[in-house]
């Protein structure tokens, strides 16, 4: 279960890379999931632009998720002063076996070229109406 988006570059890549990296079935934006009683798979829902899209993933699967499926909870100011005295573990990256070596290069950045067509101001629907039919839009 991820996110669906990053705070860096909001790519929305993570997950459909990783489903692919890993071969597993993919579920995007879900704002509800059950899992089948068997737990072989997961019914998802997600929001689209025409009602709700129910889907049925073969588990394993990458399920990035909508901030509709769940309500946060918020700590009382007691749990919270708890917290602050219980210690925390540090685990080093590297006792975990996992290899962490970038499997993405990015190549380069650049902004995208400005076209050589000139711009016009428009100050009203009539002449955006002249220039659009002068243009063979309409």
Known sequence: IMG??????????????????????????????????????????????????????????????????????????????KARSKPLETIELSSLGIDTSPRIKVVSVEESGTKDRASKQISSAEELFTELNQMGVL
Do not use: H, W
Request: proline fraction near 4%; include cysteine; glycine fraction near 6%.
């Open 4 to 81: 669906k988006q990053a705070v860096d570059n909001d790519n929305n890549q993570t997950g459909q890379i990783l489903s692919g990296l890993l071969d597993y079935s993919l579920g995007t934006f879900i704002s509800k999931f059950d899992l089948s009683g068997d737990s072989s798979s997961v019914e998802v829902c997600r929001e689209i632009d025409s009602g709700i899209e129910t889907r049925k993933l073969n588990l394993p699967a990458i399920v990035t998720v909508d901030l509709r499926l769940n309500e946060p909870r918020y700590a009382s100011l007691p749990n919270i002063m």
